[in-house]
DNA sequence: ACCCAGGTGGCCC
DNA sequence: GGGCCACATGGG
């Protein structure tokens, strides 16, 4: 047994992935991801946040919470219109608001609006259902699977992608790849917190250019984090 | 006045 | 299969 995760034998061996989540784990802590209280609201959420920052989407969820809209039947029966008030907030609201109202238009149809009976599906068949529905790709299908409905799929973002390269991890941009090499050396457990340590390590120190990132590595070496 | 944010779909070649 | 572009608000 390690008694001290900053002494450099316990990283002996493990691959740069592995290292990283325990650095990262031990700089930060645990991250308590998906900020949402119910799996419809990490599809909202999901949905909301592409790229647009988390702060934009929080007032839209505010607003959607308020008129009792984060439900399925509700958001069913509400028209377009009031949706996309809502929606403002997060950005690029006339297909957001659109692509809501197809998602639980799908849930009603299929599954008597029952969103959960959807996520209990095997993971492979849900996959492909989610990223057959418009406004839907990969990120935003593999964030449902793995927040909503606890699938083993790790998320790749655009942070993982820069932080990859900047790190030496991999310089691949393809996403089915990096979802593979990081998904071979983390457990299914940890698939979670790893991109919520990985959006916390970019929010930190990628803010201000693309380019930044390159100081997150050499900040956190000064601190022996990495 | 820029640049960026926890992307996606549609078009072009 | 890759390279552009529109989509839109709010914060630095």
Redesign the pocket.
Known sequence: MFNNDNDILYYKGMSMIKRLYKQLYNAFGPQH???AETSFEVVV???L?????????E?AIECLKERKLLDVDAMYKTKLKIIKECV??????????E?LKLFVEHVVKNYDGNLNEMLEKDVEELRKEL?S?????????D?ILL?AANKPVF?I???TK?ICKRMGISQS???EELRALFEKNLNPEQYNEM??LL?EL??RY?????LCDICVVSKLCKKQVI
């Open positions: 991801w998906w900020p959420g999901a949905i946040t592409q790229n647009t920052s988390w702060k934009n989407v007032k403002k907030p997060a950005g690029f609201y006339n297909q957001k608001a692509r990223l529905l418009k406004g839907i790709g990969k990120e935003t299908a964030s927040y998320v973002d655009a942070y820069r941009d393809d996403y991109h919520a959006v970019a929010k990628c803010k201000k250019k693309p």
